[in-house]
């Protein structure tokens, strides 16, 4: 099988010739690790820093040039694909206003983390953060052909060999990359006060679901990811409940329109969500991924495994801090527990984020090559 059969088979719930494996996301450090060299592929604040010393180009490049090289040395089985700025996009440098505060045009304040090598939305501004004006002529559902410049790399390389994953931000206008705001808080504050008016805001993005699958089948991908975290470690954000209601709908219209297009639905979803697994196989989305260690994968598999293809199986938190030995133990797991009969993807809890041990990797890696089959 190929990379891409294997996986589709995977998700269809039939056994694939050995055990697939991907991630979600990829951040520079383990990637120049395993390469040995820099890259702007996911750098975070420094790709930011060279898109606004006008340094595109290189930063496109270099994405292009590294993913597709780490994607091959490491063996995974699947390969994402994202926008880029345009390459006659207006980009804003922000002013900084301390040793590591930066403004943005509208105000908005935005401070840097050594941990996460992100901006972080400190202090909010007038208006939404200012950092990129679209150019080129793309539209939301219909990107420039120099937005899409990575993603056809991407295809044109890995699309006849592996499974490309299409993320839920390929349908907007590219911005640069920043975290913070008031989502979970908003979230929280609709669930309480208006629960009908906030399942039917969800409902309206099912359409959006079906635009991104008809487009990114036509680009060449060969599924979408969209995503909602709706819990912390500890549990959901809501009653078991209050998810039928208020979120349950719109992951099953989202499904459908993904369906329509024939394409499979990998939903990202962060947080110990236990209590509402019933719902989310009863969805009709085809992968459940951000699979946490407090969601004990065998009892998931065991309860579920027949409607979901299940993607992860070694923590985030172990691949930062643990050892070798913890990490070959939890691949070990996940792979007897999970892989048999199909309906299994390996890969980490979430993402090989900034934080991610070589060794810890590398450990992940050799344990899927001895046991994921022939």
Not at 168 to 197: K, S, V, W, Y
Not at 211 to 218: C, I, P, Q, T, V
Not at 228 to 247: A, C, Q, W
Request: proline residues 6%; negative net charge.
């Amino acid at each position: 099988m190929s990379s891409k059969e294997r996986v589709r088979a995977a998700i269809a719930h039939r056994q694939p010739d050995r055990v697939p494996m991907g991630e979600l996301e990829i951040d520079a450090p383990i990637v120049e690790a395993v390469l040995g060299r820099p890259t702007f592929y996911r750098a975070q604040f420094r790709a930011v820093k060279a898109y606004w010393e006008g340094r595109r180009d290189e930063v496109v490049e270099s994405m292009k040039r590294d993913y597709i090289e780490f994607i091959r040395q490491t063996g995974h089985d699947i390969a994402r694909v994202d926008l880029v700025p345009d390459r006659d996009a207006e980009i804003f440098p922000m002013e900084p206003i301390g040793e590591s505060d930066y403004r943005d045009l509208n105000g908005n304040v935005f401070r840097y983390s050594e941990e996460t090598g992100e901006l972080m939305l400190f202090h909010r501004g007038a208006g939404p953060p200012k950092m990129v004006a679209p150019g080129g002529g793309g539209s939301p559902y219909e990107p420039s052909e120099s937005e899409l410049e990575f993603a056809r790399h991407v295809i044109a390389e890995l699309g006849e060999t592996h499974f490309i994953l299409a993320p839920g931000t390929l349908i907007f206008p590219p911005d640069l990359p920043f975290r913070g705001g008031r989502f979970f808080d908003d979230m929280l504050e609709a669930l309480i006060e208006r629960p009908e008016r906030y399942r039917d805001q969800l409902l309206q993005g099912a359409p959006v679901a079906g635009r991104l699958a008809e487009f990114a089948k036509r680009l060449g991908c060969d599924a979408i990811c969209l995503a909602l975290d709706i819990g912390t470690n500890k549990g959901t954000f809501m009653s078991p409940r209050s998810h039928r209601e208020v979120f349950l709908p719109s992951m099953k219209a989202k499904a459908e329109r993904a369906h329509a297009h024939g394409m499979p639905l990998v939903w990202h979803a962060c947080g110990n969500n236990r209590l509402v697994w019933d719902q989310f196989a009863e969805s009709g989305i085809d992968v459940y991924q951000a699979i946490q260690e407090e969601e004990p994968i065998a009892d998931l598999k065991r309860l579920h495994g027949d409607r979901l293809a299940l993607w992860g199986g070694v923590s985030c938190r172990t691949l930062d801090a643990g050892t070798p030995a913890q990490v070959r133990e939890q691949a070990r797991h996940a792979i007897e527990a999970a892989a048999p009969g199909g309906g299994f993807l390996l890969g980490s809890s979430h993402s090989l984020g900034i934080g991610v041990k070589y060794e810890n990797y590398m450990a992940m890696l050799e344990t899927w090559h001895a046991l994921r089959g022939a």
